[in-house]
């Protein structure tokens, strides 16, 4: 029974960082990438796909940090610093790797790439993590869940940015204006998923 | 000059558009019966600001006014969107989400054919999140009963006298089980929550479930003249059959039958009408039973689950998201290709 | 039998009727003929005759480069005897409207043909039957003109499972095939005969739309005749496109032949009947192909089918069944996949089945196009399985790499969907954009892939040339040391011999000695050489009985030589 | 203060360390990119760019050190092409390096050419035939209309003339929309 609600605890988690508390369209976070990957779905699910890895990476370490250096020597205030530069170090070797693996992919995530660095989604969900109180492995979840979120959002965008290629939107929309439009869209469907991780 | 084909069949989107909206005037006559011509009036609002709307943007956007007005599609948005709120909601309310509809969720992305996301449920959406107390204050049948049409007139424009909508209003039988099993203290079930419930009726509530019956035979029409396919209605109607049926079998203390499910709320009108619209709906046959089984199954999860008392407009919305890859997914295998 | 379906597919109304009804007409030829000599699919080939030649009927005026490329074309023949008046652009019956080489011939009106002769294609190889074929000009009367000749090409080592003959005439209006083989049922089946053989066909199946139950009569009646075993005419149901060539592969054998690959290949052939009948003049008869039968039709007052010569203009050939008044257009072929004719007066040519009269009320213009509502009647109406509507919403937007992913080549541009589209949208005319657009850019890409080859050859040629240019200059100023060298060796001859040609090469080592890293002339290297010659030949006699004096002598010289052999070392390149 | 120096440098130490062995680890060699780019480039040779040829210029974007709507050959289209290759954002041809024109082919006077072969040396594709003394003549074919050859030539015997249409290289035009408004005269 222990088990079973452990299990239930942890799916809800998931389920609430993929779609209840989706970081793009709920939380607001990380619109940047979103909004600049996502004109093909080829270099959204790559850049989702790097997100996912930063992300899940970013919340381990920073949860080690937090718990292993900053509480024991009462150092809090260092707690965003030292989170950005440990989420540098990942992305650039990220970076790295994926321009060894796939040369396209890098080229065009290109200034993105670096720039899950400052994707405030990145530092936002460790910095969520603390808040939560979540402990380690509740903290990889939710940093896997909100990337989930993250790729899912971008994938969903790319597809109808995609298909949006072909429409005959009004001259004064086209490009960013109507992929705002459809963004807030989108959120507002995602509002539907409100109350489920709630339930009891 | 054209170039061949030269032969064309006698079709066009007005006539589609037209007998989809003959095939609501079943639905609508039961609603006029059980709840008043208020519908009518809403119906009427929600058109005229349809076509106002659209001659604006048509205008401003520099094409011709005569084929997009009288095409039809906007009427068919109008309808629905009447349809799917309250009869007796304020005025405002239809004309502002009948605006919105129009200029956002369709006009910005090119107009006619060219919206990715159902212009009505986005209005629906936005509005029961912009006015929740609006959208979910339902008239009761014995209050709605009562009144003549120029109470509900009055009602409708704030006149004087005007009355507290409170007085007529009820929780709709969706909101009341969940309101009834969430709350903690009071060990309910649907059972008795039902027994308890004022307007219970055969299979959902009294009166809506015979709007829902209207619905119904005006879709199996639609399908029958070849405008719908049977892979989205069939699709939605079974899996959130089996979605409720299953949870029903497994808990009837806490899941509502089936049948109650597909007669309550919207499920009827989106399983023929609302979901239907092709232009956001998946095209493949394939990708037509996965984005109906798809609404379904979320309309099935926030009616138990979530925070709103009926969820069709959100899973609408959320699946017209998928809908492109559903789409690139689902291709049909070309003639000569191997799957 | 068992017969299979395809997608979509649509039932416009036939009118067939009235000219179906009528027989066959021959037509005289004209005042003059004008034969373009591209008339089939591949290259163009080149004209024969120049202006003033008289040529008599069946004689070849036009043949492709067959050596080369020609392979794919075709051969064109004079249709009637007559003498040459020009070879000339003249506009085709083509939708551009644009203009290409022409032959026109004014009949002499003797119509005398050229020796006729039977070929007995038993006693022939594969490829000369082949290239009979190819002389005979016989290509697909269907309307496509794909050279025969190149459709039987697997020939005589793989037997071929399915030979289909091709009469379902599916397109309204068209009555050519179905007047054909009412008519001339036992040639058309004398030509499948041949074709049967030349392909080593197991089996034969000849599909005809059963609205045209005389045509199902004459030809079961004519196979019954023969005694052809595994021969049946097969009544297909009557549907548009049942009579496209995948279409009725899929229809009779369940088949379904992808875009871009050989029937063969999946073990079935098909050809039309009207190709059949021509094989079968052009085998049996000796007569290459030189007419046609084409169907007029629509806005005229007597539709029928007339036996046409190639090359008549096609308003001689409307003017027999007399065009209405309020006539406005010519459409050759059918209303489904006919193309409008940029005059009247574009010669009928072999891909010519209809000449098909159109009016405004005959054909009047669609509503005004409205957007696409993706409701899906063109994906049902599809018979290629396509979403045309896909293939519109990036054909109109212009992405046409995402068109290709939707399979745009697939599309064999029947028009089912256009016919049944609610928007009235003209569907086809953006696949025909997209894919001129598409083919425009492999030919720019073919280019440009040419055009960086050849540039990197250049360069790469560059690179040689300069190499070898540094390669030479370097020979040559070793070259120059070694005759620098020899003249030092001869500045102290040996014997008097050598005094007047050491002289000689004195004088010229004083021209080179100031620069000799500079090249010599040649003069100064033949100069050189000669010494050096002179100098081995010297120092031969000098070994075999050296003196001590002259020992001493030579001693003395090799030391000289080493020393400025030491001297020149550092200059000379490392190779040397 | 002192905790939180250490904290920092050992962060700092450790995360160096990182790094400096995954750039070694993941070293990249060559640049598959310049072949990407060079593909989409017309390969006219024809230095418009300011670049000695297609590939130099190709190497140029790949390293970021040339725009992307320096070709006039290209023409949008190509500026479109490259810009979706590497997600930069699209511009328009820069005026400095040309304006995009139709395809021509260089064709030589044979009456006026003198046999110089100069034409032939700026030939970047030898598409030029011809001998010292002998007349010239440009292999249509192969010929990608870079003009290169024009300014040397010395009796300006070289024009360049655009590509007839003919029925094998028409192209079906889009579809008129019948449904924008007609323009009033």
Known sequence: MQRASLMTSYFLIILGAVLVNNVVFVRILGLCPFMGVSKKLETAIGMGAATTFVLTMACGTSYLIDTWLLVPNHLEYLRTLSFIVTIAAIVQLTELAIQKTSPVLHQVLG???PLITTNCAVLGVPLLNIGLKHNLVESLLFGFGGAVGFTLAMILFAGIRERLEGADIPVHFRGTAIAMITAGLMSLAFMGFAGLDKYK | MNNSPYLHKAASVQSVMLRVLLALLPGIAAYVWFFGAAILLQIALASLTAFAAEAVVLKLRGKPLRPFLTDGSALVTAWLIALSFPPLAPWWLIVLATAIAMVVAKHLYGGLGQNPFNPAMVAFALMIIAYPQHLSQWPSLPAVVQMDFAAQWAMIFNLPPTQTLDALTMATPLDALRTALHNAESKTTIASAWANYPAAGHLADRGREWVAAGYLAGGVWL???????????????????????????????????????LFSGGAMLAAFFIITDPVSAATTPYGKLIFAAGVAFITWIIRCFGAYPDGIAFAVLLMNMCVPLIDMATQPRVFGHKK | MRLFNFNGGVKPEPHKKNAAGLPIAVLPAPSFLVIPLHQSIGGTPRPLVNAGDFVLKGQRIGAGDFSTAGEMSSAVHASTSGQVVAVEERCMPHPSGLSALCVIIKPDGRDQWIARQPFDYRHHSPSDTRAYLRDAGIVGLGGAVFPTHLKISSGKHSALDTLIINGAECEPFITCDDRLMRERADAVLRGIGILRELLNAKQVLIGIEDNKPEALAAMTAAVQSSNQNGMAVV????????????????????????????ATDYGVQCFNVGTAYAVYEAVALGQPLISRIVTVAGNVAAPRNYEVLIGTPMKDVMAHSQPLDDTDRLIMGGPMMGVTMPGNEVPVVKATNCILVGSPKLFPPPPPEMPCIRCGECAKACPANLQPFELYWFSRAKIFGKAQEYHLFDCIECGCCAYVCPSNIPLVDYYRFAKSEIWAHEREKESADEARERYEFRQLREAREQQEKAARLAAKTAASRAAALAHVAESHPATNANQSAAEVSESASAATAPDQAAAPTPAE??????????VQATEAKNTTAPTAAQQAEIDAIEARRAEIRAQAQPHLPPDD | MLPALLVMALGAVLLGAALGFAAVKFRVEGDPLTEKIDAILPQTQCGQCGYPGCKPYATAIAKGEAEINQCPPGGDEGIRKLADLLGREYKPLSAEHGVEKPKALAVIDEQRCIGCTLCIQACPVDAIVGAAKQMHTVIAAQCTGCELCVPPCPVDCIAMV??????????????????????TR
């Open chain 3, 525 to 534: 290297l033949i100069a050189a050489a000669l010494a050096r010659a002179r």
């Open chain 1, 111 to 113: 200034i993105y790439l």
């Open chain 3, 235 to 262: 009544a297909v149901p009557t549907r548009y496109p049942a009579g496209g060539a995948k279409q009725l592969i899929r229809v009779l054998t369940g088949i379904e032949v992808p875009h871009g690959k050989r």
């Open chain 4, 162 to 183: 655009p590509i007839a249409e003919d029925i094998s290289n028409w192209k079906w035009k889009y579809p008129v929309v019948a449904i924008r408004p007609v323009a």
């Open chain 2, 223 to 261: 399908m029958q003249q070849r405008i719908i396919t049977w892979h989205l209605p069939i699709a939605f109607i079974a899996t959130l059959g089996l979605a409720a049926g299953t949870a029903h079998l497994i808990n009837p203390a806490e899941f509502a039958a089936p049948l109650f499910h």
